[in-house]
């Protein structure tokens, strides 16, 4: 029988075990960062390793016993100093770039990284790196509450539809939570004004740390703020800590009262981008909306009807696309002074709509949710297929097509339109185009290359929606147009009031001087038909002439259209 012999004793092999082990982790750890450091419960650095000098300016071991705090930025101080402390109940840091300051060097941003073991003594293990997180918005090109930090309300509804699409391409939920502080303009004139921007500082910074990467959180309206989250982020306990910090800085002592509203955002339930089109939806609507349904009572049901109802619009209306579950109805645009039609507009008509949305305010839903350019391209195939039928039988009908200016301002969307009207190339001599929400366009200049682009092609454009007031001219010099249509609020105002009846019926002859055609809408009656008559406007569209109608054949014939093709091709 073989017995086992024993090799000489080796004292120094667990320390190289332990050595080999260490080096090895320390290896892992420099595979994902540049500069690792640990720091005590006091938040001192007690180990530094790492490129120090070439990106913050000292040796590693000039670090040590140093406050970490020390090596921030004064800006982001308050913040990283929340996001240690959240560490604290959620174990770990997701990465957040943070500015950091050095000896002799430039401030330098990093991606900070950390992880909290409260078994060791309560210990931080953090790493730094270079370049950016996984999510790509530029924090610099986006406007922030100057004293919060926070990202401005205009701007929130980017951040996260950019958020919400990193999570779902990952493959995993998160939350949206709404924090109401309503009582927090009484707490902030009781304290002086140094002290009520501190406070302001320190209630963002709390608001970002609990927030996905530490910078998913902005302005929901006034004393309002919501913020993206983990699943497992601890609500009741940023609530507390919020209230902790407003009874620390409020000068009586009293604090506020923090209301939440939180919803899950399942990736089940909707494909990502479209949870978070209705989730943006949501976001817009409840700041707009200022009723009684947005107390603080019933802030969290509130906010969850919103979002499921937003939600289950999206899916319908993706499914109206999908399934071609509408058609154009048809308005007519008359000269006024024969009140023949010339032209009509293609309104759309939908089946299985949403309850209680009517199509303007489907369509409306359809450009905030950022589907208009889906719909505007399969309504205008639907117009060229019926003028294909129809003038094929014989009739020249002209038909405007509705473009949003939220759609025309998608790149791919005008590759798409060319290829759609070149695919009818015989009838698309009778197409004419209407640009809707012009007020919401943001590049004047991208716009009208586009619209040059629709009239080098043959195409009359027109400019829907038009105005009195000095955005409506910037609107006249940026784009240049062939028609232009008077909204019919401001002929009713010009009827009513002396002033704006004179800039009405100025504005009709600059357009006219212009070689510009003007069309007024809203003519429901021989009074208003009268007036803009008399105010020069060659043009009319309203209930007197038709209303919306699926049958064209329900209207006059059109006399010979004055709105020909452009297209040096045409007849």
């Known amino acids: 029988m073989a017995l086992a012999t024993q090799e000489p004793r080796d004292d120094a092999a667990p320390v190289r075990d332990f050595n080999v ?8 750890a420099f595979s994902a960062a540049e500069i690792l450091f640990e720091l005590d419960s006091d938040r001192r650095i007690t180990f530094s390793t790492g490129a120090t000098a070439a990106l913050l300016g000292r040796s590693a071991d000039a670090f040590i016993g140093l406050a970490f705090e020390e090596l921030i930025a004064p800006t982001d101080r308050r913040l990283v100093g929340e996001l240690l402390h959240s560490a604290r109940s959620r174990d770990r840091l997701d990465d957040m770039v943070v500015l950091f300051v050095g000896a002799e060097k430039d401030p330098v941003r990093l991606v900070l990284t950390g ?9 931080y293990f953090l790493s730094l790196r270079r370049g950016h997180r996984r999510i790509t918005i530029l924090e610099a090109d986006l406007p922030r509450d100057a004293e919060s930090g926070l990202l401005k309300q205009e701007s929130y509804s980017a951040v996260v539809a950019e958020r919400l699409k990193s999570v779902g391409e990952n493959g995993e939920s998160c939350k949206f939570t709404i924090l109401d502080l309503s009582e927090n303009q009484d707490l902030c004139q009781r304290m002086d004004q140094d002290v009520s921007r501190e406070w302001l500082t320190a209630l963002g910074a709390c608001v970002r740390a609990g927030s996905l990467n530490g910078d998913s959180a902005g302005s929901m309206g006034e004393d309002r703020y919501g913020l993206v989250h983990e ?24 604090g506020i009262t923090v209301e939440t509203a939180s919803v899950k ?28 349904s947005f107390t603080v009572k ?44 010339q032209h009509f ?54 038909v405007a097509v509705n473009l949003s200016g939220r759609s025309i301002e998608v790149p791919a969307f005008a590759a798409d339109l060319m290829d759609l009207i070149q695919e009818f190339d015989s009838v698309r001599d009778n197409l004419m185009f209407e640009i809707t929400e012009s007020a919401k366009v943001t590049d004047l200049a991208y716009v009208n290359d586009f619209v040059q682009r629709l009239r080098s092609a ?14 409506a001219f910037e609107y006249l010099r940026a784009l240049q147009v062939d028609l232009i249509k008077i909204d019919g609020s401001y002929i009713k105002n010009a009827i009513a009031n002396k002033s704006e009846r004179i800039l009405l019926k100025a504005m009709s002859g600059m357009l006219h001087e212009l070689g510009i055609a003007s069309v007024a809408e809203g003519i429901e009656d021989e009074v208003t038909l009268g007036f803009v008559k008399e105010c020069g406007i060659r043009f009319g569209q309203g209930y007197l002439f038709g209303k919306p109608n699926t049958d064209i054949g329900a209207f006059d014939a059109p006399r010979p259209s004055l709105f020909v093709s452009k297209r040096p091709s045409a007849a």
């Open 115 to 123: 992880y909290f073991l409260g078994e060791m003594g309560g210990r």
């Open 298 to 341: 019933n802030l969290s049901q509130s906010f969850e009807n919103l979002f499921e109802q937003a939600r289950d619009n999206v899916s319908k209306f993706r499914e109206i696309l999908e399934k071609e579950s509408f058609k154009p109805a048809f308005q007519p645009i008359v000269e006024l002074h024969g009140q023949q039609p």
């Open 231 to 254: 699943v497992g982020l601890d609500v009741g306990a940023l609530r507390q800590r919020i209230e902790t910090c407003a009874r620390e800085f409020d000068p009586d002592g009293l």
């Open 265 to 292: 955002l399942e990736k089940a339930a909707l494909r990502e981008t479209d949870v978070a089109k209705a989730l943006v939806h949501t976001i817009n609507r409840f700041c707009q909306d200022q009723g009684d």
């Open 21 to 28: 082990e260490r080096d090895r982790f320390v290896a892992f």
């Open 345 to 398: 507009e293609a309104l759309a008509r939908f089946h299985g709509a949403p309850e209680g949305l009517s199509p303007y305010e489907l369509i409306s839903f359809a450009e905030e949710v950022g589907l208009a350019p889906q719909f505007d391209i399969a309504m205008c195939r639907k117009v060229l297929e019926w003028l294909s039928a129809i003038n094929g039988q014989g009739y020249k009908y002209v």
């Open 458 to 471: 043959g195409h009359m454009v027109c400019l829907d929606d038009f105005g009195t007031g000095a955005a």
